[in-house]
T-cell receptor
Framework: DTGVSQNPRHKITKRGQNVTFRCDPISEHNRLYWYRQTLGQGPEFLTYFQNEAQLEKSRLLSDRFSAERPKGSFSTLEIQRTEQGDSAMYLC???????????FGQGTRLTVV | DQQVKQNSPSLSVQEGRISILNCDYTNSMFDYFLWYKKYPAEGPTFLISISSIKDKNEDGRFTVFLNKSAKHLSLHIVPSQPGDSAVYFCAATTSGTYKYIFGTGTRLKVLA
């Protein structure tokens, strides 16, 4: 399968714990996005990478959130000191320079208890 | 501030008939629009897109229409099939910003 891969698929954590998610984009795609989706809403933009450079970060993203893409390939999204409001589906997407459409992974569902 | 709006949370259509899903936007800087389909517990799947220089784009059973003066786009699915039952999201973007702004989605149910 050469699609976007996200791990883990599900994560349950206690409030206050740190969590890290991984995204492996389609191999030739240099652009990578993180989105968050809550129930009844559309995906909400979090951050964007072009190769290893993080070019934009949503103002809605608190300082507890950090994302990296160290070698321009896979990316990680870390949430520190999780809160119940962080419970959501975290989606990763990638696209090439040529195409405008992005391809999404299956997401990581986070539940903070 | 909801820049992309899908005002119909749900839609039911008989198999074989046309499904029309609507989307409105407020930002006149948007120049590219996309439709995604989403099944439960899966990520969104790209369906079809349209550039602002066009008013129609067709791909098999799916056609997207863009009315720039009304800031409105619609997705037509014909004929509708039970496998089309899913949540459909409209998204918009501006060249150079690269990020998508999504609507809240419309749940389509195609009845056999």
């Amino acid at each position: 399968d050469t699609g976007v891969s996200q791990n883990p698929r599900h994560k349950i954590t206690k409030r206050g714990q740190n969590v890290t998610f991984r995204c492996d984009p389609i191999s030739e795609h240099n652009r990578l996005y993180w989105y968050r989706q809550t129930l009844g809403q559309g995906p909400e933009f979090l951050t964007y990478f072009q190769n290893e450079a993080q070019l934009e970060k949503s103002r809605l993203l608190s300082d507890r959130f950090s994302a990296e893409r160290p070698k321009g390939s896979f990316s990680t999204l870390e949430i520190q000191r999780t809160e119940q409001g962080d419970s959501a589906m975290y989606l990763c997407a990638s696209r090439s320079t040529v195409n405008t459409e992005a391809f999404f992974g299956q997401g990581t569902r986070l539940t903070v208890v | 501030d909801q820049q992309v709006k899908q005002n119909s949370p749900s839609l039911s259509v008989q198999e074989g008939r046309i499904s029309i899903l609507n989307c409105d936007y407020t930002n006149s800087m948007f120049d590219y629009f996309l439709w995604y389909k989403k099944y439960p517990a899966e990520g969104p799947t790209f369906l079809i897109s349209i550039s602002s220089i066009k008013d129609k784009n067709e791909d098999g059973r799916f056609t997207v229409f863009l009315n720039k003066s009304a800031k409105h786009l619609s997705l037509h699915i014909v004929p509708s099939q039970p496998g089309d039952s899913a949540v459909y999201f409209c998204a918009a973007t501006t060249s150079g910003t690269y990020k998508y702004i999504f609507g809240t989605g419309t749940r389509l149910k195609v009845l056999a």
